[in-house]
């Protein structure tokens, strides 16, 4: 069995308690409250500038020139999404650009952000790799499956689109191959904690909706 099917099939779990969760389900319906989805897409701005330092810093240890390239570029569309978010979604959804940079990280995205940041620099390139797979993995396999169930003139269709279409996936089955080939050289022991970053992470994605769900903010 592959890396990556054995990774999906033990944490598969997670996967559906994400899918299940109720942000995702009315958004799939059109039902999310536009607050709720502003507090949402504010957050995930501030992830992806987050996530694509981490991304680099998985680019510099990489073992193969392929995986340099197929890393540092990501860490460039991170962050150029993150910036065209402002150009649609944010405006969209009427949010000004000080609003965005007055509103800090919510708990949920500082422990999600912190997690990678601290993972990409403390670890091997295997581990940093698997810890960073949630968030394509999970992200494509949940806009594959709600795009169906999406209902007509959803308002969040735009979003749903983003991460259900060809051109993402197709990344992301780049990266599930590239993990699959790194693991295939891996000890047990890094096996092991490979999966421990992935479930990490795929954790912290449900954690990441439901704080944006609730609309939480810092309990102090």
């Given at each position: 069995m592959?890396?990556?099917?054995?990774?999906?099939?033990?944490?598969?779990?997670?996967y559906?308690?994400?899918?299940?969760?109720?942000?995702?389900?009315?958004l799939?319906?059109?039902?999310?409250?536009?607050?709720?989805?502003?507090?949402?897409?504010?957050q995930?701005?501030?992830?992806?500038?987050a996530?694509?330092?981490?991304?680099?810093?998985?680019?510099?240890?990489?073992?193969e020139?392929?995986?340099?390239?197929?890393?540092?570029?990501?860490?460039?569309?991170?962050?150029?999404?993150?910036?065209?978010m402002?150009?649609?979604?944010?405006?969209?959804?009427?949010?000004?650009?000080a609003?965005?940079?007055?509103?800090?990280?919510?708990?949920?995205?500082?422990?999600?952000?912190?997690?990678?940041?601290?993972?990409?620099?403390?670890?091997?390139?295997?581990?940093?790799?698997?810890?960073?797979?949630?968030?394509?993995?999970i992200?494509?396999?949940?806009?594959?499956?709600?795009?169906?169930?999406?209902?007509?003139?959803?308002?969040?269709?735009?979003?749903?689109d983003?991460y259900?279409?060809?051109?993402?996936?197709?990344?992301?089955?780049?990266?599930?191959?590239?993990?699959?080939?790194?693991?295939?050289?891996?000890?047990?022991?890094?096996?092991?904690?490979?999966?421990?970053?992935?479930?990490?992470?795929?954790?912290?994605?449900?954690?990441?909706?439901?704080?944006?769900?609730?609309?939480?903010?810092?309990?102090?």
């Open positions: 592959l890396f990556s099917a054995e990774l999906w099939q033990q944490h598969a779990d997670l559906q308690k994400i899918l299940a969760h109720p942000f995702n389900q009315s799939s319906q059109g039902t999310l409250t536009k607050s709720a989805f502003q507090h949402y897409i504010i995930d701005a501030h992830y992806l500038v996530y694509g330092r981490a991304l680099a810093v998985c680019a510099a240890k990489a073992f020139t392929q995986d340099v390239i197929q890393f540092a570029e990501a860490a460039k569309l991170a962050i150029v999404f993150e910036r065209e402002h150009d649609s979604f944010l405006g969209q959804f009427q949010i000004s650009q609003e965005f940079e007055r509103t800090p990280l919510t708990l949920a995205c500082h422990h999600y952000t912190s997690f990678l940041t601290a993972t990409a620099w403390s670890e091997s390139y295997p581990v940093v790799l698997a810890s960073l797979l949630p968030c394509f993995w992200y494509a396999e949940v806009g594959r499956d709600i795009v169906a169930q999406s209902v007509a003139n959803n308002p969040y269709q735009a979003w749903i983003t259900a279409g060809e051109e993402f996936h197709s990344a992301v089955r780049e990266v599930v191959a590239t993990i699959d080939r790194v693991a295939a050289r891996c000890d047990a022991d890094t096996l092991a904690k490979m999966h421990q970053a992935y479930r990490r992470g795929a954790e912290l994605e449900w954690l990441f909706w439901d704080s944006a769900y609730h609309e939480r903010t810092w309990p102090l």
